[in-house]
């Protein structure tokens, strides 16, 4: 079975530029979510979907940061204007109904 | 304010050796994960539990649903263990069941 697929795997850019990431998630998983995980402390949820529709966005920086999954697949999480502080992993993770929970390998972020 | 609290966040072991990881948890949860990160990110799924006691190979995790408790003991340990193991609650409510996760716990196991 093929795992959550995260491209890029790194991207470095100049603060106020902004950046995207795609996430393919497991496939039938209807659930997919997007974590950013800073330097030394654990994941943090950004947004989750089920199929097309948000589920959770509360903890989502909505002036910079945006996402979606416009077909209930995959999905891009775009960051504009990029700051010092997004400088971060980012991993995109799916399930089934929260079960199955699998991790792509993270797009590691850095901001200068 | 869901948190999720692990300890130790270090723990060096010699070849052999039985670990214990811990997780403690604020409110009621839907299940708990463990889960293992290697350097470079790539993060994996060990266990999910809601009740009781799951084995798997060398790994076992408990949770103490009353108590708000949970641990993964790691048997007979190898340095091919050494990875950092992150506690994971799953807080259900209005559909949404993103995880929030402990700091981990960086285990490094020595020949």
């Known amino acids: 079975e093929a795992g959550v697929a995260q491209s890029p795997r790194y991207k470095i850019i100049e603060k106020r530029q902004s950046v995207a990431f795609w996430c393919n998630p497991i496939?039938?998983?209807?659930?997919l979510y997007w974590y950013q995980q800073i330097l030394g402390q654990g994941p943090k949820l950004l947004i989750q979907?089920?199929?097309?529709?948000?589920?959770?966005d509360s903890q989502l920086p909505k002036d910079r940061f945006s996402a979606e999954r416009l077909k209930g697949v995959d999905s891009t999480l775009k960051i504009q204007p990029a700051k010092l502080e997004d400088s971060a992993v980012y991993l995109c993770a799916s399930s089934h109904q929260g079960y199955g929970y699998t991790f792509g390998s993270g797009t590691r972020l850095t901001v200068v | 304010k869901n948190e999720v609290e692990q300890s130790p966040q270090n723990l060096t072991a010699q070849e052999g050796e039985f670990i214990t990881i811990n997780c403690s948890y604020s409110?009621?949860?839907?299940?708990l994960h463990w889960l293992q990160q290697h350097p470079g990110g790539g993060i994996v799924s060990l266990f999910m539990l809601s009740s009781g006691k799951k084995k798997h190979g060398r790994l076992i995790a408990t949770i103490n649903i009353q108590e708000k408790h949970s641990s993964l003991h790691i048997t007979a340990s190898h340095p091919r263990d050494s990875a950092v193991y992150i506690c994971a609650a799953m807080y259900s409510g209005g559909g949404a069941d993103g995880l929030t996760f402990g700091k981990g716990t960086h285990l490094i196991i020595q020949p």
């Open positions: 409110v009621g949860i839907s299940a």
């Open positions: 496939s039938g998983h209807a659930t």
């Open positions: 979907f089920q199929n097309n529709g948000v589920v959770d």
